[in-house]
């Protein structure tokens, strides 16, 4: 019993001098950033009268200016940085016209739009101090919001048009990698008390595919079937400017 008395006692110094070592922070930031998303928009068409299917494949290019705002807790020791931080982020997505003739050597033409106008992520963040002034981290997490696709589609002969919309909850598995700069590392800045808890970061993210989000319908005619769907991923570059408290 006096050898297990004293392991814990042991045991319970490590665990308070570690905790002692290690120092936390609350920060809150603002992003601004560039991202490029791409995927295949699968559409078919299965002509009402005849019953051919036409199968046809778009690849969608996305490139978008992004901002946002993140807040989060970070752990510092011995160089060492760890947290978790929760971010949302707003961008803006384009139309996409094409054409393309059917199994009929008929003409189709139209635009198809993919959106996602916010994102919620949640996400780890570990970091080495190489310099007062420079720290590499890698992120990973993931990221939850709500997509929309939109197919207008119509074929000429016949006056045939269809308006499909389809809406759906996607997550998605986000990596990234960064540099944090700390402005008090900087001499004329550290004497500037507002500058001092300012850092930095330029980071790069890879955002995976997701669930696809589709959408299915009739034209007009109440009898020729079309459907569309996404799955795209996605790339961004990121400036953000944090305050540390």
């Known amino acids: 019993m006096k050898k297990l008395g004293i392991a814990i006692c042991l045991s319970s110094a490590l665990l308070a001098s570690a905790a002692q070592a290690w120092e936390g922070n609350w920060l809150l930031g603002a992003s601004t950033g560039y991202s490029a998303r791409e995927g295949k928009n699968y559409i078919t068409v ?36 760890m947290g978790l931080e929760a971010n949302v982020d707003w961008r803006e ?12 050597n008929v003409g189709w033409q139209g635009f198809a739009k ?16 190489i310099a ?18 939109n197919l207008n589609i119509s074929r000429p002969l016949g006056g045939l ?12 598995v986000v990596g990234g990698i ?3 700069m700390p402005m008090a590392a ?14 930095v970061r330029l980071e790069y993210d890879y955002h995976s595919t997701g ?5 299915t319908g009739t034209t007009n005619d109440g009898v020729t079937l079309v459907s569309s769907s996404m799955n795209p991923h996605e790339q961004s570059g990121i400036l953000a400017l944090v305050w540390n408290f």
């Open 46 to 81: 299965i002509d009402g009268t005849s019953g051919r299917q036409s199968n046809v494949t778009f690849r969608e290019y996305d490139n978008n200016w992004t901002v946002g705002v993140l807040g989060g807790y970070q752990l510092s020791c011995n160089r060492w940085v």
């Open 93 to 104: 997505d384009d139309n996409h016209p094409f054409a393309f003739t059917d199994t009929s």
């Open 114 to 129: 993919y959106e996602r106008d916010w994102i919620v992520g949640l996400t780890a963040r570990l970091g080495y101090e």
């Open 132 to 149: 007062p002034y420079l720290m590499p981290y890698i992120r990973v997490g993931g990221e939850w919001h709500r997509d929309e696709i």
């Open 161 to 172: 048009q269809a308006v499909l919309n389809g809406k759906r909850d996607v997550f998605r």
């Open 178 to 180: 960064g540099i944090e």
């Open 186 to 199: 900087i001499p004329v800045l550290s004497s500037v008390s507002f500058l001092s808890h300012l850092a």
């Open 211 to 215: 669930r696809s989000v589709g959408a």
